[in-house]
């Protein structure tokens, strides 16, 4: 974003008068500030400013009800929100700073305070590729508050005599320059009414091509990826289906050697039958020995045919949620649902199992849901409230490929880390918030130090008899923490 678009946009949002910040929130790399709406100034309700940091450091207007606005607001973390939104909200817009040589813009608030008091801040934007940052200082006496992105002065920066963005500008509108700067001018963006309704059309525009393109793209590759994971999958399952089949061929000999055995015991090498055909045997065994292995191998190969039926078939459900399967049974470069047409199938088993979940949600006694529900780092935390809550969450509303957590020996509530990307681990920060959690809602909450048991929900199991709450681990991992809420 050039400096002289930042400088003309500042002074039409300015121009359209002195509007209220409704609600505030903030990431990493973006600035939230939805404004009260007035229709005369031409601010729609849920119209925000978005100052951005990265990919790209720019100021957008975009409706909350748009993907770009959905995404970003996504990332915000609570706690940094909550200070920028304890100095912010409420704020009114009355004056701008700044110089349309230099990418560094300053915007004056007031506001009055409970005790009637009209606090004074200044809200500084300083859009330079890789220094991009924010920071929010008192204008009164209150001291610097917040800072975001790149540290850098309250004070504007000195600016070079002329910049090859004001002399293009300078050319462009000549003797209407000022008026142009100040945000009089529409024409300085492309389209059609007035600049602020300009800017959130050029703002969706730069959204979709910086966040939401961009995101297109990696979820199509990791789809990509995921059907050729899939269809190797497929390869080796069916490798298991013919070996374990193969096995099946060995039940026969094992009868007719059982039926002669009377007479046969001992032998080795190689036997004849009494209508003579000829077996030979496994080096080294006798023939007892190996009719019993035969028919050891059978039921293991029967246990096997099943245990692959069975992954091949949760293997079936994951193709048709990204995509189907050709006239082949492969894996097809169908779109997804993410992309395009979505699989009528697909969609089937969403739904029942959204409607699963739904069902799921009550608590035993009915009264509210079985579990509470937050965002940690945009991944879904569940927590259960009670023994058959517990049982609940982990065996009907968690998937078997999310995240299960436990306080270690001691009593505490079920916590899910939702996993619909099936990760092969959750993110360490989202690892050790979980883990706090389930700590905290555990009888170890006023403890010290405790270690938390985690695993893949596959990998919990409720033998027949077990008291409510009460599981097994096939296997799991550690980490330990401090119990925080």
């Not at 730069?206 to 995101?215: I, T, V, Y």
């Not at 007892?288 to 949760?314: C, D, H, I, P, Y």
């Not at 927590?383 to 509303?397: R, Y």
């Not at 883990?435 to 985690?454: C, I, M, Q």
Request: hydrophobic fraction near 40%; aromatic fraction near 6%.
């Amino acid at each position: 974003m050039d400096a002289p678009l930042l400088f003309a946009l500042a002074h039409a949002r300015l121009l359209a008068g002195g509007g209220a910040v409704q609600s505030v929130w903030a990431s990493q790399r973006a600035l939230g500030l939805v404004w009260a709406p007035d229709r005369r100034a031409g601010v729609e309700p849920g119209t925000a400013w978005v100052f951005l940091l990265n990919p790209a450091t720019e100021l957008w207007t975009l409706p909350e009800k748009s993907a770009a606005y959905s995404l970003l607001k996504a990332e915000s973390k609570t706690d940094l929100g909550r200070k920028w939104a304890l100095e912010l909200k409420g704020a009114r817009l009355c004056d701008v700073e700044g110089d349309p040589r230099e990418r560094w813009i300053a915007f004056e608030l007031r506001r009055r305070a409970i005790t009637g008091r009209i606090e004074g801040m200044k809200l500084a934007f300083q859009a330079i590729p890789s220094r991009g940052g924010l920071r929010l200082d008192g204008i009164d006496l209150n001291p610097a508050r917040i800072g975001m992105g790149t540290p850098f002065p309250a004070k504007q920066p000195d600016c070079e005599p002329d910049t090859p963005p004001m002399r293009r500008w300078r050319e462009k509108w000549g003797d209407d320059l000022d008026a142009a700067l100040h945000g009089q001018i529409a024409d300085v963006l492309p389209g059609e009414g007035p600049l602020l309704h300009r800017h959130a059309a050029w703002s969706m525009e730069r959204a979709e091509k910086l966040l939401l393109s961009p995101q297109k793209q990696a979820e199509s590759r990791k789809i990509q990826k995921e059907r050729l994971r899939l269809e190797r999958y497929g390869e080796a399952l069916k490798s298991d289906m013919e070996r374990h089949k193969a096995m099946l061929l060995l039940r026969e000999p094992a009868m007719r050697l059982q039926a002669e055995l009377w007479r046969l015991k001992g032998a080795t090498h190689s036997v004849e039958l009494q209508d003579g055909t000829r077996i030979d045997l496994p080096p080294g065994q006798r023939v007892e020995e190996t009719v019993q292995r035969w028919f050891n191998s059978v039921k293991k190969a029967e246990r096997g045919m099943k245990r692959v039926a069975m992954l091949e078939k949760e293997r079936l459900r994951q193709v048709l949620e990204i995509g189907g399967l050709d006239d082949s049974g492969a894996v097809s470069n169908a779109p997804s649902s993410g992309g395009g047409a979505a699989n009528p199938k697909a969609k089937t088993t969403k739904e029942k199992r959204k409607v699963g979940h739904e069902k799921n949600d009550r608590r035993a006694d009915g009264k509210g849901k079985a579990y509470r529900s937050l965002m940690v780092d945009q991944f879904e935390v569940l927590i259960g409230k009670g023994d058959a809550d517990n049982d609940n969450l982990t065996f009907k509303v968690a998937d078997s490929h999310d995240f299960w957590l436990h306080v270690a020996s001691l009593p505490g509530s079920h916590v899910i880390i939702r996993n619909p990307d099936r990760l092969s681990e959750p993110p360490k920060d989202v690892l050790e918030r979980a883990a706090e959690l389930a700590a905290f809602y555990s009888k170890a909450r006023d403890g010290g130090k405790v270690e938390v048991h985690w695993c893949r929900v596959a990998d919990v199991n409720k033998p027949r008899g077990f008291e409510p709450g009460k599981v097994i681990l096939k296997s799991y991992k550690s980490v330990k923490v401090y119990p925080k809420g």
